[in-house]
């Protein structure tokens, strides 16, 4: 027989999390599918979550699993590749079973499971493994796709760099480099200056030429030097960054290097379900309301899934809005209908 959840929770990063434990405290079945994937994971620390600054991530969510637990919310290590709503199967692209492993916490909850008559949706894992749920919450985030220069993806993390945000502090007084990607860059180069008085923009496969005469008034009034030519590589030295090498064989030295990784939302189950999306700059995304409702009755979405710029913090608050919400909109349908009997 196909289990029955109240909710599945797919992704379990910060907004799933979250989200499951709203959802287990308020006594609903709940299980989440976690395909181990965190977007942080090359980070050593995340900053900026109060009373959490400089954590590890990976601490941080094996905290989450433990405080989940506690309310019998089940964790599988696994990943959706298909749901169901209705006739029909939509599918993840390229969703590949091979190799993924099933480990079950199990929990008990939610005295009724029934619900309304047609709500609904199956959801079919990597591990064979098939179950149901009434509501969804979609957390399964985002991919950093690194520019292709050599060096920057065994660093990326440490001193290879996206958010002044997340490890400016860290990095302060340093020798910062930024490598364009766009002329959008100059704004990364602009917000890091913030942090350090000595940085250099790289303008790699950008034209000075398509750098507006604001651009530039911007980056002199910062003391930033932009620095014309491709990047070939980066020099690492006893395991650290030290320099920036362009194709003519010039090296600046540097210590620290920011850039923008191409955002690749993981949007393929929404889409799959016909949730409407809209374009950004950081690609599409579902269009959702204040809870995280996405245009698919019954579907939420939380986390870097609804966009580039959600930190671990604001994941975790979309998490408990998206459950407070599904809590609701539950008891209100099971509300309605029992008046209909």
Request: proline residues 5%; hydrophobic residues 45%.
């Amino acid at each position: 027989m196909t289990e029955k959840y109240a909710v599945v929770v797919i992704g379990g990063g910060a907004a799933g999390l979250s989200a499951a434990l709203v959802l287990g405290r308020a006594r609903h079945r709940t299980l989440v599918v976690d395909a181990g994937e965190p977007r942080n994971a090359p980070a050593a620390h995340m900053q900026g979550y109060l009373t959490r600054d400089g954590m590890p991530p990976a601490e941080f969510l094996a905290l989450g699993r433990e405080e989940i637990a506690r309310y019998g919310v089940e964790l599988v290590r696994d990943r959706v590749v298909a749901v169901t709503r209705g006739e029909g199967l939509t599918g993840v692209p390229g969703g590949d079973p091979t190799g993924v492993q099933d480990e079950e916490l199990s929990g008990v909850q939610d005295e009724s499971l029934s619900g309304v008559p047609g709500e609904g949706f199956t959801v079919m894992l990597a591990g064979g493994r098939t179950v149901r749920a009434r509501r969804l919450v979609v957390a399964t985030g985002l991919k950093d796709e690194l520019p292709a220069v050599a060096g920057v993806a065994e660093r990326f993390g440490r001193d290879v760099l996206h958010c002044p945000f997340c490890h400016g502090w860290e990095v302060r007084d340093q020798p910062f480099g930024v490598l364009a990607s766009s002329p959008a860059s100059v704004h990364q180069a602009l917000m890091v200056s913030q942090w350090s008085k000595d940085v250099r923009l790289f303008l790699h496969t950008v034209a000075e030429a398509e750098l507006s005469d604001e651009d530039l008034r911007r980056l002199a009034a910062a003391g930033v030097e932009v620095v014309p030519g491709e990047v070939a590589g980066l020099v690492v030295e006893d395991d650290r960054l030290t320099g920036v090498r362009l194709a003519d064989g010039t090296t600046h030295a540097r210590s620290v290097l920011f850039l923008a990784p191409r955002a690749v939302p993981q949007t393929g189950l929404l889409e799959g379900l016909g949730a409407e999306l809209h374009e950004t700059p950081f690609g599409a995304y579902p269009v959702v309301d204040a809870t995280g409702l996405t245009t698919v009755p019954g579907v939420w979405a939380a986390g870097n899934a609804i966009g580039f710029a959600e930190q671990v913090v604001h994941a975790a608050s979309g998490g408990y809005r998206a459950a407070s919400a599904i809590v609701g909109d539950l008891l209100m349908s099971d509300l309605d209908a029992a008046a209909q009997v």
